[in-house]
């Protein structure tokens, strides 16, 4: 290639990765803290500042550490070790604390965070541009990056401050490190790939799949060396660099949890402990809990790292999850595959069909001229990519966290490379073939303009695009507490009168982006107690997550037994708010129970009132959807009797009613959703 060609090569790539960037960068700066941020941020700042390491140690210490650098610099100050949500590591409470509540300029701090893991992301483009032009030329490169630059899922998560985009990019980076290191033996690649694979496994724990990733790579290029040499010389490298590879990862590992076994920071270690003791996380994990136990004892890793791992498998072993109605706790193994099918671009989808079909035809015609021997040499490049793309899909098929799309991140570069193939068919002899496939990358950047800014909730139009999402996936697939500036804009616009009742998912803070609001069940509860309130009619504002139940206990059917422990439970309404608002009336009630009796009762009933609501609010029309992920609904005095009140026939017939009313939405312009008032 000419160097002017050369140049306008690299302008051309450059000029994608920046616009995916931006596109990225700038729809984020529109959107609310979403749910795990906060907690990426301020363990990040912890880890920096004060070398404590006891902060959600199981979401990876590096990408923490890269979101706060900004604060770092910049000397944010934490708040005061004396705090009790700091002690516990209530990183949810004490995160509060840090942006919320000491003054300091949250949006700022979280845009640049979130900067700084869209510049992984970019390198992640590259790579993927990279190795589809080495494959499949400079047409499959480009068609393998507009694939990338546009898809929703990288718009979404490559802005975000969590580890899911820059574990993405350490998967594909440590598979194509090591192939390339095996291939070309030397120090520079097996540095290197050493170095890749060690950043992994401090970027998270799903970094334990690169082993049997990298160990069926090996293989292949051990029986392809084989055929030369023998299998005695490849065996032994791959011991060797195996052995160099392990030390790397254990070094680089210590390094980043400054080379101390102990995850407290020696001057605040005083009265200080986990979040959930060591008893509870190794409770009920196996055999692995026993390797975990005995490398704890030995001190061979980092405490802050043993015990974030040991989270991660606690935690998998179940949660609650959503899928199209349904309910479970273990999950479904149809779970990604349909979170891939819905979440994915219908141009992509019909691209990688395509492509499928013409390579399966093109390696069948060549086995038939050269055979199998020859097809399989062909194909063994692409080993790192298989291994990668089959282990990480079998073990997503079998987990049981089944809580977002973003889980199979890592899946996509794999099938937008492998997307390059088409690439051979970008030619002018082949007119049909040339404008389907442009048409078809036209089509995949439409929709993602279309999704602008909100990436986060897209679903294609096989469950009827986005405004139907909430029916099938939520959590961080749809509603991850991103859209309270939307909501701000929308009761300044409709509601500056009215009274209104929050539900929200997320750990940003209503109060903070201007919001007045009474409210309602909330994950996670963070900041002071919430009052006990009576539900009166207002607007009442639902976070999707919280609308369809998942994580509450009363999720599922409305059965006869809730029904009648919520009648009975509202018949003491009254006596309950007296309880809280009435001190004398307390003393009194006092005598009859003990207060974590009137706690607990109130606690249930209102879980019960919820549920009873959002069943109802569920089969009724919205007035408004602020970005497919907060629901509006008005509810006056009748209405709210007829979901609230009255028997379990009258309720009934309040849910027909709702069924057949008419249907009445505001429509919001996502550009005004998304303002800020502020």
């Known amino acids: 290639m000419n160097p002017r060609n050369r140049a306008l090569l690299v302008a051309a790539v450059a000029a994608l990765l920046a616009w995916h960037a931006w596109l990225a960068v700038t729809a984020s700066a529109e959107k609310s803290m979403t749910s795990d941020e906060i907690a990426h941020l301020a363990a990040g700042q912890a880890y920096n500042t004060r070398g404590d390491y006891r902060l959600q140690p199981e979401n990876g210490n590096l990408p923490q550490r890269l979101a706060a650098v900004p604060m770092t610099l910049a000397g944010v100050p934490l708040p005061p070790a004396t705090l009790e949500s700091w002690k516990t590591a209530d990183v949810w409470n004490y995160g509060h604390t840090f942006f919320y509540r000491q003054g300091i300029a949250a949006d700022e701090w ?37 694939l990338f630059a546009f898809s929703p899922t990288f718009l979404a998560h490559g802005a975000l401050t969590t580890s899911d985009a820059v574990m993405t990019f350490f998967f594909l980076a440590s598979a194509g490190a090591w192939w390339r290191h095996l291939e070309e033996p030397g120090p520079r690649w097996s540095a290197i790939s050493a170095v890749t694979l060690g950043g992994a496994f401090v970027a998270k724990f799903s970094a334990v799949l690169l082993i049997p990733i990298l160990g069926l790579v090996g293989l292949v290029w051990a029986a392809g060396a084989a055929r030369r040499d023998g299998w005695s010389q490849p065996l032994l490298r791959l011991a060797r660099t195996g052995l160099i590879h392990a030390a790397a990862t254990w070094t680089i590992i210590w390094l980043f949890y400054g080379f101390r076994y102990s995850a407290f920071a020696p001057t605040l270690a005083d009265g200080a402990t986990f979040n959930h003791g060591w008893g509870w996380t190794l409770t009920g994990i196996g055999f692995p809990g026993k390797v975990i136990w005995w490398l704890k004892e030995w001190r061979a890793l980092p405490e802050a790292w043993l015990y974030g791992l040991t989270f991660v498998l606690q935690f998998a072993r179940a949660r609650g999850a959503f899928m199209s109605g349904e309910y479970g706790v273990t999950g479904w193994v149809t779970f990604f595959p349909f979170a891939f099918l819905v979440k994915s671009t219908l141009p992509f989808l019909l691209l990688l069909a395509g492509g499928a079909i013409s390579g399966g035809l093109a390696i069948g015609r060549q086995r038939t001229r050269e055979g199998l021997a020859a097809v399989a040499r062909r194909l063994r490049p692409l080993t790192p990519l298989a291994a990668l793309f089959a282990v990480y899909w079998i073990t997503s098929l079998t987990s049981h966290l089944n809580i977002g799309h973003r889980h199979i991140l890592p899946t996509y570069p794999v099938l937008f490379i492998a997307a390059g193939w088409l690439g051979r068919w970008l030619e002018v002899r082949r007119p049909l073939a040339l404008v389907c496939i442009t048409g078809a990358l036209v089509w995949h950047a439409a929709e993602s303009i279309r999704a602008r800014p909100h990436y986060l909730a897209y679903f294609n139009q096989l469950v009827g695009g986005s405004a139907n999402g909430w029916r099938h996936l939520v959590d961080s697939s749809l509603d991850w507490g991103q859209e309270l500036p939307g909501l701000k804009h929308w009761l300044d616009a409709n509601a500056r009168s ?44 639902i976070s999707a997550t919280m609308l369809q139940h998942v994580y509450s206990p009363i999720r599922g059917d409305w059965t006869l037994e809730r029904e009648k422990e919520f009648q009975q439970l509202r018949a003491i309404e009254p006596v309950l708010l007296a309880y809280q608002d009435d001190p004398r009336r307390r003393v009194e009630l006092l005598r009859d129970a003990p207060a974590a009796n009137w706690a607990a009762s109130w606690k249930r009933y209102e879980e019960l009132r919820f549920a009873r609501l959002c069943h109802y609010l569920r089969v009724r029309r919205p007035e408004s959807v602020i970005g497919h992920a907060i629901f509006i609904f008005r509810l006056d005095a009748t209405e709210l009797r007829a979901a609230l009140g009255g028997s379990l026939k009258d309720w009934q017939g309040a849910l027909e009613q709702a ?16 303002g800020r008032s502020r």
Do not use: C, H, Q
């Open 498 to 541: 009215e009274r209104v009742f929050l539900s929200y998912f997320g750990t940003g803070d209503p109060v903070y982006e201007g919001i007045s609001a009474t409210a309602l069940p909330t994950l996670p509860e963070v900041g002071s107690p919430r009052p006990w309130r009576p539900l009166t009619p207002g607007v009442y504002a």
């Open 659 to 674: 069924v057949n009313g008419p249907a009445v939405i505001v429509p919001v312009k996502a550009s005004e959703a998304a």
């Open 110 to 146: 979280l845009f640049l965070g979130r900067a700084m893991i869209a510049g992984v992301n970019v390198a992640t483009g590259l790579l993927i541009f990279l190795w589809s032009r080495a494959w499949f030329g400079v047409r499959g490169g480009f068609i393998s990056l507009v």
